[in-house]
Structure formats: C-alpha cells, structure tokens
C-alpha cells in the first residue's frame, strides 16, 4: 500500500529533507518538536506538527516512544521515518511502530540488531561473502604475542 502520510521522527535539517522528499511525493508529512524547537523551521515546512514530550528537555522528548506513537496515531500517519540519530538505530523503536500497525521506514529490526553490535556485524559480513579487514581476537595480554599477530595480519595495523 503506498504512503500517503509520513511522521518524521527527528528535528532539524534532516527532517526537513525528508519533508521535501515526501512533498515530490505527495506525501503529506508530519512534524513533531519539543517546547525547545517551537519555532524551529521544521515544525513549519511539515503539513502538521505536534509538540512531543511535553514538560520534557528537548532531547528526552524527541526520544519518547509512547508519545510519538501517541501523535502518529492522532494524525493518522501511515508511515514512521526516523531521520537518523535520536531513535533511528533503535530497535525496540522501530518494533513498537511496526506493532502499533504503522509502516516503519528503515531497517528491519533484526538488521539493526546485528549491525549494532560490531562483532555480529563482522561475522554476518563474513557468512555473506563481503570481504573484511583481517582482525584478531581479543589481543593476548603479552607485548610479544601482539607483534607476532601484527606481523601475521601485516603492517600498517590499525588498533582500537
């Protein structure tokens, strides 16, 4: 079923080229924003827009779930799109949306899941056949056993 009306989950400049996006679309797009962002442009290129955690601190409100969900219902959006930052990697967020019946435009959850946790991530990009750095182990605490990993993997070797 096409999208006819977007809730942009974020702030800003990157809600606001979603909202242009969603426009060429005919997508009629909703805004939320904080007490803080009253008179933030976003707020104003949207269709509507909602304040959303109200009483809260700016970034305490743009990250409540329920209240969100509460305003994506009131206005009747058929899709939720994170922006990025604030809920956008968040997969309790994006599982909430989905169960509330309201498309969720990004990743699936499992996706997220793994791409978040760095080893997981490897591991898939690995099964999946897309080439990667040689890494190690977690290092031994012996300086000597280091270099001799480093010069297996080969010089430069990045650390982190």
Not at 41 to 52: G, I
Request: glycine share 6%; with cysteine; charged share 25%.
């Amino acid at each position: 079923m096409p999208i006819k009306s977007l809730l942009i989950a974020n702030r800003s400049e990157i809600a606001i080229r979603v909202m242009r996006a969603a426009s060429e679309m005919n997508i009629r797009t909703v805004a939320i924003y904080s007490r803080e962002d009253r008179l933030a442009l976003h707020r104003f290129k949207a269709d509507e827009s909602y304040l959303v955690g109200e009483g809260k601190k700016s970034l305490q409100a743009y990250l409540d779930i329920d209240d969100i969900l509460r305003i994506a219902r009131a206005a009747q959006v058929d899709a939720i799109h994170p922006g990025y930052g604030f809920l956008s990697e968040n997969p309790e967020f994006a599982e909430a949306v989905i169960a509330a019946g309201i498309e969720w435009v990004g990743p699936r959850p499992e996706v997220m899941r793994t791409l978040g946790n760095k080893v997981a991530a490897r591991n898939a990009a690995v099964a999946a056949g897309v080439p990667v750095m040689p890494a190690t182990p977690p290092l031994p605490p012996d300086l000597d056993e280091c270099k001799k990993l480093a010069a297996g993997i080969g010089y430069p070797v990045m650390l982190k």
